[in-house]
């Protein structure tokens, strides 16, 4: 390169060398990018060509913006200059449409900012965190809930959110757990396709729809011992069969963003992980939008020590893949010189700015960078009938010993005592920026309010948050139950206990209040438990010692109507566990759809304190399980009672044999024989029985949400495309593998009737 280029290439503030070469730009007229009229690929190709070398790398620059005096200056400064590309955090609409003026105004050539936040589940009025809204299996709530986010969201100027967070997660230590959709790639799948399209709504230009952006990709949530900002360590087959299909399915559904992962992979941190950002997401899966990097993870590789620096961090983040850097600024700090030193490309510098500006035209910003919707749109009746509902549906009715729920219309005193009964920021859950607490409705509000007419509600709550150690209240509680009817009781975790960088050890109830629960146990009054969490819980103790346990994860600004309903039949929880609760810490990773094992464990283990002494050595049976917890879970996967009692019969397919491009249709006659009306989440569940390599014991492969009056039958249909049983086997390529299946029909993946079928070649 001689010394005339090198300068065009690198001088700050010099036009870019095609520029010159052609005099106005590669692609015609230089307003032409400004041309709503022109293919989005022209009009990127239009503005590319006239950028300098700096605007190029202030695309790919994201900064978080914060608040306070010199904020509007520095970042104007920034922007107009052309620094920066995209902004998180903007602390208010205000902010949002300066910074937009800004960047459209005074930028040498006006592109737009794209302005992003952190909106996982609902901006201002709160859905249930993610793990809850999987609990509906109810894909259509899913996606209203995300439609309602970006609504409210984009009514102060956020056209980019970081969701939907689609890691499987099969570790309730890892306090992330809360923001994805638990451990199933199907369901997973499944609601990763609502949420995107939820966000990004019919039409990208409309000014409501916003970005989704597909998190962590990939992998994070085998974080090594649920302990966040971990490594993982998960083989390819795994990872192709297990944790990329939820982002697979993202890309079908048209997301325009993903997020590069804190993770190092066997040993490669995901923001320089070419295989996975490069090979398969653009070569395999034909995505061009654009790669963000998490929170300064491309600088974390160098703490991950697989650079050396930040410079090299820069050049590894860019040749792997990753677009648009936040917040560590390695790129506009060093990218010039890497350029310089010929260790990174401009070709490669061209796609990165090229993938951001094509989803800044296909958002329609540079037609309408401004707020264009009304802001009252926040909290509107139909958005907070829609976060009920959606609460409604997360809640998991996981014991009801007698019928105790719902409440009959005997009980006219309760007693409503516990940490989150009243507990307006913490039922909202993690990640809420925008929610604000005096929006929440708590079981204690709903209660007096739509109830209170009725029934006495005594409030006693005994302590004053969830890790409150001060036993003081507890006999408080236990005095007030003497007088009542029942008791419900609301305990669970604080919304700070899960989330990000929020592990723990240790998934007993916190603080006191095992210790209230079992007070109230001995009282002898009916006892409902109500649990709000961001995560499962370890909770076997009070399940024994509780007569109805409803858990209802953080169930967002609605949480209280929804439960007090759910209480008093209004409606029949119908929620389902979107992942396995486990007995015992030690159990964990325990999930459903694990392999099979040399030696299966078969349910009549004998358990440590059954063990003769001095027996032998192999009279317990060898087989795999834990002497001191068995082997299986407190509740498995897809669980969840009702107000109704369901029965499955008749399951039946239309063949025994099929071949691979084959759909298979299963049915089976599902009854309500309780005596309310009530929704069953039916499953389909198949096991492949011999593969090139081992094969899950059991894999969901659909569901129906099916409401039937009491005494009433129907019969449940699934049509499953034999190419939904195609896995990477051996030769790792996606093949279905003829030979012998079951298919089970039933209400959660320990139960149900079977069904065997084949598939040949
Ligand atoms: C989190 C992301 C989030 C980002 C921006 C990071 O710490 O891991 O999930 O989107 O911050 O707030």
Redesign the pocket.
Known sequence: MNSITRLLLTGAGIIGITTLLTGCGASGSPDLYKDSSQPVEKRVESLLSQMTLDEKLGQLNQR?MWDGDNALSYFSGEIASGNIGSL??VPSPFHADSMQRVAMEQSRLGIPLLISR?VIHGYKTIFPIPLGQAATFDTLIVEKGARIAAVEASSDGIRWT?AP?IDIARDPRWGRIA?GCGEDVYLTRLMSRAMVKGFQGDDLTDPTSMAA?A??FVGYGASESGRDYNSTFIPERLLRNIYLPPFEEACKAGCLTY?SS?NDNDGVPASGNKFVLTDILRGEWGFNGFVVS??ASVGEMVNHGFCADNKEAAMKGLNAGVDME?ESCTYITHMKELLDEGKVKIDDIDKSVANILRVKFMLGLFEKPYIATPQEVKYSEPHLAAAKEAAMKSAILLKNDNDVLPLSQGVKRILLTGPLADARHDQMGTWVFDGEKDKTVTLLDALRKEYGNDITVIYEPALGYSRDKNEAGIARAVNAARGVDAVIAVVGEESILSG?AHCLADLDLVGAQGKLIEALSRTGKPLVTVVMAGRPLTIKKQIDESDAVLYSFHPGTMGGPALADLIFGKESPSGKTPVTFPARVGQIPIYYSKNAGSRPAHGTETLINDIPQEGGQTSLGNTSYWLDAGFGPLFPFGYGLSYGKFDYADIALDKTSYSKDDCITATAKLTNSGKHKATEVAQLYIRDHAGSVTRPVKELKGFERVTLSPGESTTVTFRLPVSELAFYGADMKKNVEAGDFTLWIGGDSDCGLSTPFSVTD
Do not use: G, I, Q, V
């Open positions: 978080s998180l955090n952190d970081f967070m923001e952006c998190k962590h997020m804190f998490d929170w936040m990000e």
